[in-house]
């Protein structure tokens, strides 16, 4: 239940690489990584999800939050996933039309 | 039949227990691992559902996960001590309400039947249906 996350630049954008559960208990953690980003300045975010084991709807409520935050700045947020456990979670809940999803790191900052 | 109880504090530290053992008695009744990562993610809302309501209203009160396992189906039951997926008890705080509403989509989506009952005292049940 342990989750980890990895930041790192590419170009301009700052890479969000999470591992292991994102749920109700550890959501906040990832939360907070991705205030701090935007409070530093960093607008242009990819949230890399290809190590998630789990997302539930708290954690979809963190990157929606962080999309409203870097939108209000003209800023991005994009995903990484292939996995299709996760993906059916962000189109169950309709969020597929509302993050770009790309299926790798290199496409989502080219994107 | 198989039952098996499950109780935990309301603290959202646990919620990762009960996913981790309802996997677990899932695999053990057969279901395909599709069905398995189904059952994880509705049980794991109805709990976080129950748990966060529960930290508001009656943190001391634990919430209960209630297993049945039948012939031609698996039933869960999520005890909390108020609505274990209404917004309208936590709208209070600011994305919660959003969230709760992604939480109801994924519950309606990932099991054959959600309902919720009344219970003496105020308390709820989320049951959760999946027919074998």
Known sequence: MELGIDVSKVDSHAVVSVSGEIDVYTAPKLREKLIELVSEGTYDVVVDLEKVDFLDSTGLGVLVGALKRVKAHDGGLALVCTQDKILKIFKITGLTKVFPIYSSVDEATSG | ?132
């Open chain 2, 1 to 132: 039949m198989t039952e098996v109880e499950i109780e935990i504090p309301s603290r959202s530290v646990y919620v990762g227990v009960v996913r981790l053992a309802l996997a677990a008695l899932a695999r053990s009744a057969g279901l395909s691992e599709e069905s398995v990562d189904d059952l994880k993610i509705a049980v794991g809302e109805a709990c976080a559902n129950a748990v966060i309501v529960n930290e508001e209203t009656a943190p001391d009160v634990p919430v209960k996960v209630l297993w049945t396992h039948e012939d031609s189906r698996v039933v869960v039951e999520v005890q909390g001590a108020g609505h274990p997926y209404d917004s309208s008890e936590v709208e209070s705080e600011v994305g919660l309400a959003a969230r709760m509403e992604m939480s109801v989509a994924l519950l309606e989506s990932l099991v054959d039947s959600c309902e919720v009952t009344d219970r003496p005292g105020g308390a709820r049940t989320a049951r959760l249906t999946v027919n074998l």
